[in-house]
């Protein structure tokens, strides 16, 4: 596709649900990245494949929260359990190529509400 | 560790004037810096950024940022602002230093508004 796309736009969940959130980064992009954006906040990294290897996910809040992508393209984040404060703009992003220095393209987000 | 302050969570400026917003960063190598903009119900789109090279660095719809490391800096400017401009706008860092991470630190975000 010509951009990031992520779905669903909009979720919401009952405490304790388990959601799964998609993203597709744009084809052939090696890097992937998800970042997560409480209201009024900047983005905040949460975890970081390169390909289909997972080489970060220090920013990932709790043991509650999972990322795979496991062919390299499309990625799922999943959070089991979910809780009030887990409410924000969760944000997907790809890059061409790995290295701190190359664009991050990103997706419109998911918004998901806990209820 | 790297980190990002804006100042101003909120900025207001009149239709044709400035448009100054404020980025410091620390980082303890050479870091690379972005801004981006995001409109309501968008994803963050990228303005400019600066890696190396010229410290003046020219992005999109007529924005710049300068690049100065004796004050630890990267201020976006605009010289004449057009209501199109109204969005939130992120400054963020990445270096060298965070191993297999090539995350983004963002700031907090500053929230331009402009008046007719």
């Known amino acids: 596709g010509a951009g990031v796309s992520q779905s669903p736009r909009y979720k919401v969940a009952k405490r304790g649900q388990d959601v799964a959130l998609r993203c597709d980064p744009i084809?052939?992009?090696?890097?992937l990245f998800w970042y997560q954006q409480a209201l009024g906040q900047g983005p905040e990294f949460l975890t970081y494949?390169?390909?289909?290897?997972?080489?970060?996910k220090s920013g990932l809040p709790s043991d509650r929260f999972f990322a795979e992508r496991p062919e390299g393209s499309v990625s799922t984040l999943k959070i089991q359990r979910t809780q009030q404060e887990d409410s924000a703009v969760y944000l997907c992003?790809?890059?061409?190529?790995?290295?701190?220095?190359?664009?991050?393209?990103f997706g419109a987000g998911t918004r998901l509400s806990v209820l | 560790a790297q980190s990002v302050t804006q100042l101003g969570s909120h900025v207001s400026v009149s239709e044709g004037a400035l448009v100054l917003l404020r980025c410091n960063y620390s980082s303890s190598v050479p870091p690379y810096l972005f801004w981006y903009v995001q409109y309501p119900n968008q994803g963050l789109q990228l303005l400019l950024k600066y890696t190396t090279g010229a410290t003046l660095v020219k992005g999109i719809n007529g924005f710049e940022a300068e690049f100065k490391k004796s004050e630890t800096s990267f201020h976006l400017t605009k010289p004449s602002a057009h209501m199109s401009d109204a969005a939130e706008y992120f400054c963020a860092v990445s270096d060298n230093e965070g191993g297999g991470a090539d995350g983004l630190t963002f700031g907090k975000g500053t929230h331009l508004i402009i008046q007719p």
């Open positions: 494949f390169q390909n289909e290897a997972q080489l970060d």
């Open positions: 992003a790809s890059s061409l190529i790995a290295g701190p220095k190359n664009i991050q393209y």
């Open positions: 084809s052939g992009h090696v890097s």
